[in-house]
């Protein structure tokens, strides 16, 4: 990736596009290997701190090269272990990254996009619009920054970072290729040696990139969902004007049809009270969802100011959640976490350089979230 600095920065590369790289500087390709230890497994930013790699190299990296990582604005740490990164991307907007531990898994929600283009009713970074595509290395950079902030290597025992969820803001299959690329160094070994099984995709439901993501890759898939009926789904996802259920769940029952043993697809919905919360609508979801191996994450909304919707009575979610158990479905609730740093689901707060107004001026957005898969994370805008 091309930098304001014109340097290449390294920590955006695979290992294909490491290896090209060294070629162009007429070195061996296995020099791609030991930088990608140092950068993803040790979290070097300093070409002087690569002990194995030759000091004429060294220097000759210098002049081409730079390991960037995103600007840190804030971090915050929750009193119940949750934290928060602001960074700056290169656009000028700001985006959040929420670590979450629990229960002996630390799960990483990451952002791909600044803003989103999608415009779900019940999301504030939707009414925000869309600012940037977050380049490999901004998303990339997420984990290694969460890495480097706990000093662990990846691969050992102790590493603090098990599941990472796509699932921060924005639509991650209309930044494709560069999450590709990033989910690629998550899962490798010599990046952050994270399992497929634990990396997770989170989508409102881009069909043809649905498909074209199986063609490519077998992360695990979560589809916000939030609708048992199309009618309803328009108004809560417009998106689904363009692929309605049929088709979604035929492209999702598709992708989890390869991933072989694991073959089940997460479900996110955020119960919005008197909207899609009804005994009537919690049959209608298991009806909708009858052909497809699935768990499910009910998401109570969290208010936020103008949103126009409110979280339903506990009552009205233990009633909901019941009748899918009835059904047979592994249904969680999500416990919000973090709430004391405004990192809980609803709470995510980035900020998004205004577009229409080429100012410095900047704009505070809520991020609506909703349960990140793997280990119910607290923050994302879903
Ligand atoms: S819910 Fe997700 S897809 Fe919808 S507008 Fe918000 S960030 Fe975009």
Redesign the pocket.
């Known amino acids: 990736m091309t930098e304001i600095t014109g340097k290449i920065n390294l920590l955006g590369l695979t290992q294909p596009k490491l290896e090209a790289f060294f070629e162009t500087l007429g070195e061996k390709p296995f020099r791609a290997g030991q930088v990608m230890k140092w950068v993803h497994h040790f979290g070097v930013d300093n070409f002087d701190d690569m002990s194995n790699i030759s000091k004429v190299l060294r220097e000759k990296l210098k002049e081409h090269a730079e390991i960037r990582g995103p600007e840190v604005v804030s971090e915050d740490i929750s009193t119940d272990g949750t934290r928060k990164w602001v960074v700056r991307v290169a656009s000028g907007s700001c985006v959040e990254t929420v670590f979450i531990p629990q229960n002996g898994r630390g799960t990483l929600c990451v952002s791909s996009q600044a803003g989103?283009a999608?415009?779900?009713s019940f999301?504030s970074?939707?009414k925000q619009g869309f600012n940037s595509d977050l380049t490999v290395a901004e998303i990339i950079g997420q984990v290694w920054l969460a890495n480097k902030s706990f000093g662990t290597v990846p691969g050992s025992i102790d590493r603090s970072i098990t599941n990472v969820v796509m699932m921060g803001?924005?639509?991650p299959l209309l930044n494709f290729d560069n999450v590709v690329d990033a989910m690629n160094l998550m899962m490798h070994d010599l990046g952050y040696g994270i399992s497929k099984r634990k990396v997770t995709l989170s989508t409102?439901g881009v069909v043809p990139m649905i498909e074209k993501l199986g063609t490519v890759t077998d992360v695990a898939l979560a589809l916000?969902l939030h609708a048992p009926n199309d009618a309803l789904r328009d108004q809560l996802?417009p998106?689904n004007k363009k692929y309605p259920l049929s088709v979604l769940l035929a492209a999702c029952n598709n992708y989890i049809a390869g991933l072989g043993e694991r073959r089940y697809l997460t479900i996110e919905y955020t119960l919005l009270k008197d909207v899609n919360d009804s005994p009537e609508q919690a049959l209608e979801l298991i009806e909708l969802l009858r052909e497809t191996p699935c768990k499910i994450n009910l998401i109570p909304f969290n208010p936020f100011p103008h949103s126009g919707y409110e979280r339903p009575s506990n009552n009205a979610i233990r009633r909901f959640q019941d009748l899918l158990h009835q059904a047979g479905y592994n249904v969680t609730v999500r416990t919000p976490r973090g709430e004391d740093i405004d990192a809980a689901c609803g709470q995510l707060v980035g900020q998004v350089m205004d577009r229409t107004r080429r100012s410095e001026r900047y704009i505070a957005v809520r991020q609506?979230g909703d349960e990140p898969v793997v280990a119910a994370p607290p923050n994302s805008?879903?």
Do not use: K
């Open positions: 989103c999608l415009d779900c999301c970074t939707g803001m924005g639509e409102s916000s996802v998106l609506l805008r879903r």
